[in-house]
């Protein structure tokens, strides 16, 4: 990577753009009853893009003269923030081709943790319950769904591309509701990733249900995978026993929705709470460690990982919420690392 320094920026390529999505095309209709294989456009080859010194990424010459179906976020994406002294690197862009230009950089993988909060794909009309207020869930184009099967082809292809990133002994959390958590789950078998537990985190306020004919949904799963059987992933044991009271911890987890302060310089539809993520880390990384957030939102992950002494880069479709993320990491103090350079030997 670049020479280390202590200045963080904000490029001015992280200029505001409409709402973008990996796979913003409409499907096609079905053909012969199969599901058509365009996963919404055409996903990059592993070979596409390359990963500099700096951190830059960049298209190869073939990439550049003949591949001009690209619609959306940047392509190849904008390294918009850095801060090689925390070991943070933000990016504008789709996080397949950012995953493609790390995996042809480092075949052996490169990050012990990654924390996935992907699309939900539960933005299609229904109503729910908002500061008293019954409102549309309309939480972005990202977010809506093109079918089942789609949406399961979606989650293979950001999971698979997870998987080369990780280290062999590295693990990958992935949080998401009903609407999504199962096809996640299987994908996670089709691709023999090692599912290690299922995290209930339970809310104790959640909006109430306007319908009356369900139950009150007040809990999302978040799945804990090792990157295949022969990972031995790490698992802060002691940690999580002590701060349980000094009684193992269960996987029931209760924690309140993020507060007034995290939403300080913007929110986002489906912000997760510091300490949630937190915890996550601290379960299954050690100071130093590398961890990568492909769907980076507003920063949660990136801002956990700062107050922790984690390295961590991240990958956001939507630029203002890269500048969100930026913002707020910023008011966050850690001590100095080199992002892309191993940790000491502990």
Not at 255 to 263: L, Y
Request: glycine share 6%; hydrophobic share 35%.
């Amino acid at each position: 990577m670049a020479k280390k320094s202590d200045s963080s920026h904000v490029s001015p390529n992280a200029t505001r753009r409409g709402a973008h999505t990996s796979y913003r095309k409409k499907a096609p209709p079905p053909q012969n009853g199969h599901a058509s294989s365009d996963l919404r456009s055409a996903p990059a080859s592993s070979s596409a893009f390359i990963l500099r010194e700096d951190g830059t990424i960049e298209a190869d010459e073939d990439t550049q003269a003949g591949d001009q179906t690209r619609p959306t976020a940047p392509s190849p994406p904008h390294l918009v923030y850095r801060n090689e002294a925390r070991g943070i690197w933000l990016y504008h862009g789709n996080s397949l081709e950012l995953l493609d230009a790390i995996a042809n950089k480092y075949p052996d993988g490169r990050f012990e943790m990654i924390f996935a909060d992907p699309p939900y794909f539960l933005s299609n009309g229904g109503i729910t319950c908002h500061a008293g207020r019954m409102v549309k869930v309309d939480k972005g184009d990202w977010d809506k769904s093109r079918g089942p099967e789609l949406n399961h082809e979606f989650n293979m292809e950001w999971l698979r591309r997870c998987q080369r990133v990780l280290k062999p002994n590295g693990s990958i959390w992935v949080s998401g509701t009903h609407h999504v958590i199962f096809s996640i789950g299987y994908a996670m078998q089709q691709l023999s990733f090692k599912i290690l537990n299922d995290i209930a985190w339970e809310k104790p306020n959640p909006p109430p249900n306007l319908s009356c004919r369900y139950f009150t949904h007040s809990t999302e799963t978040i799945l804990w995978a090792a990157k295949n059987e022969k990972s031995r992933h790490t698992f802060n044991y002691q940690i999580m026993r002590e701060a349980n009271g000094g009684k193992q911890m269960k996987t029931v987890w209760e924690m309140a929705a993020p507060r007034n302060g995290e939403k300080a310089f913007g929110k986002h539809p489906t912000q997760k709470p510091v300490a949630l993520v937190e915890r996550c880390l601290l379960a299954s990384t050690n100071e130093g460690d590398l961890v990568l957030d492909p769907f980076l939102g507003n920063g949660t992950t990136v801002v956990a990982c700062a107050s922790l002494s984690r390295r961590c880069v991240g990958v956001e479709l939507e630029s203002n919420y890269v500048e969100i993320a930026a913002k707020r990491v910023e008011a966050v103090s850690r001590e100095p690392s080199d992002l892309f350079a191993l940790p000491a030997p502990r």
